[in-house]
């Protein structure tokens, strides 16, 4: 197997571990999500909360491994866009999801010490509570991060047509609705709960299962790669005139 097919695999794999990891973390913590009393619901699933978190950190540290993975083949192509691409994706949004998992420790933490407060007033806790789990609701800044980093990486995919077009098109497009339903979140237009919210999500999520399939089954175009791989030499360098045309 090539060392291109290899890699394919293992995106499309780091792909589908992401995402059943991020549905995981969901059905972890949804009893808590969806309580009325965090502060007496998160003591009543503390295991859920702690696996819900690691199930988020395993989502992050998945999909951050994505860029990295697919930058020596990137670079060939764009070596600036594939660094901002490891940066976007691999740093930034790697961060937001420790984040997220802080966030949910964090709302544990507190849980406890409102169980073992006693007689202090709730409204005592209410407030940072509040802010934690709608940080994990919310994540606006994830949103805005995870929507520049499929734009640069579906670019790159459209442009080196390392995938079939209408894949890495339909990325591209199915950008701006998982944005405006991010950004529609943080103005409190749209709940983040709400079947507006996921249906704006499904079409990119839904690319990149597709996509996800496609790398693992068919991998990438062969001439793609080649031309890339055509375009510096074994050092990484640029071919200078002169060499091409003795080489011809």
Not at 48 to 77: C, D, E, S, T
Not at 79 to 89: I, S
Not at 222 to 242: I, K, M, Q, W, Y
Request: glycine share 10%; hydrophobic share 55%.
């Amino acid at each position: 197997m090539s060392t291109n097919k290899k890699t394919a695999r293992i995106v499309g794999a780091l792909y589908v571990a992401g995402t059943a990891a991020g549905a995981l973390s969901l059905v972890a913590t949804g009893p808590v999500r969806n309580s009325t009393d965090y502060l007496v619901s998160v003591p009543a699933n503390e295991t859920r909360v702690v696996v819900g978190a690691l199930f988020v950190l395993i989502m992050g540290l998945a999909l951050a491994m994505v860029p990295v993975v697919m930058f020596p083949i990137l670079r060939k192509h764009n070596e600036a866009l594939a660094l901002g691409y490891v940066v976007l994706r691999g740093g930034l949004e790697a961060v937001c999801y420790i984040a997220i998992a802080t966030g949910w420790l964090l709302l544990l933490a507190l849980s406890r010490a409102y169980a073992r407060a006693g007689g202090l007033d709730a409204s005592d806790f209410q407030a940072p509570g509040t802010v934690l789990l709608e940080a994990n609701e919310i994540g606006a800044v994830l949103t805005i991060v995870f929507c520049l980093g499929a734009l640069v990486f579906n670019y790159l995919l459209y442009r080196t047509k390392l995938v079939p077009r209408w894949l890495s098109g339909w990325g591209l497009l199915a950008v701006a609705p998982y944005l405006a339903a991010g950004l529609s979140s943080m103005f409190g237009i749209v709940d983040a709960l709400s079947p507006t919210y996921a249906t704006l999500n499904l079409p990119l999520a839904l690319q990149e299962m597709v996509l996800a399939v496609w790398l693992i089954v068919k991998g990438f175009d062969p001439s793609a790669t080649a031309s890339g791989s055509a375009e510096v030499n074994p050092g990484g360098l640029e071919r200078a005139p002169l060499e091409q045309g003795a080489s011809s």
